[in-house]
């Protein structure tokens, strides 16, 4: 069975965004264009099936996530709330990125902190691996989760664009 979504670009102050959305404008992917290959990776890993496939075809981007990222990268840091997601994964994966959505925008936190909003609090390590397999970076704010001491951790898009997003965002981090 193949699942198929629309695929548009996007230019971004941090190069460009290539974003995977459904019929209704929900965004269900989205990586930078360097790393084009781990965002068709994590679309065959949340959708396809067994040996099901994921087809994107082009499409313009929905105005409405168009006007909201526009809006994030002017400063209106609150406007990614406004977008849809709708995510694969497992259960415990769609309750770790749903925190994710709930950190605001000029904080981050922890993998702790992020393990005990979704009520699991010995599942760091779960969370870290949710995290890491986030579809739908930016919108789902995994740049926002930091190591305890508050030093950038790794990022799917590459640390310089995690610390350019947290600068944007005026979060507290240790910049070594």
């Known amino acids: ?3 198929t979504f629309a695929l548009d670009g996007y230019e971004t102050p941090i190069g460009r965004m290539l974003i995977a959305f459904d019929e209704d404008g929900a965004v269900r992917a989205l990586d930078w264009e360097d ?3 781990r965002m068709h990776r994590l679309l065959r890993l949340h959708y396809a099936r067994g040996s099901g496939e994921v087809a994107l075809h082009p499409s313009a981007l929905p105005q409405t ?3 909201a990222l526009d809006a994030y990268f002017a400063g209106d840091l609150d406007a990614l709330g406004a977008i849809p997601v709708q ?3 497992t259960e415990f994966q769609r309750a770790a990125w749903a925190g994710l959505r709930a950190i605001p925008a000029g904080h981050a936190w922890s993998y702790a902190d992020l393990a005990a909003l979704v009520g699991r609090p010995k599942a760091v390590r779960a969370v870290g691996a949710a995290n890491g397999s986030n579809p739908v970076g930016v919108i ?3 740049h926002r989760v930091i ?3 508050r030093t950038l951790t790794g990022y799917g898009g590459g640390i310089e664009r995690k610390r350019w997003l947290l600068r944007h965002e005026r979060a507290a981090f240790r910049d070594v």
Do not use: L, Q
């Open 147 to 149: 190591g305890a001491d």
């Open 140 to 142: 789902v704010p995994c």
């Open 87 to 89: 995510t694969g994964g």
């Open 1 to 3: 069975m193949t699942v």
């Open 35 to 37: 790393y084009e290959a």
């Open 65 to 67: 996530v168009r006007d």
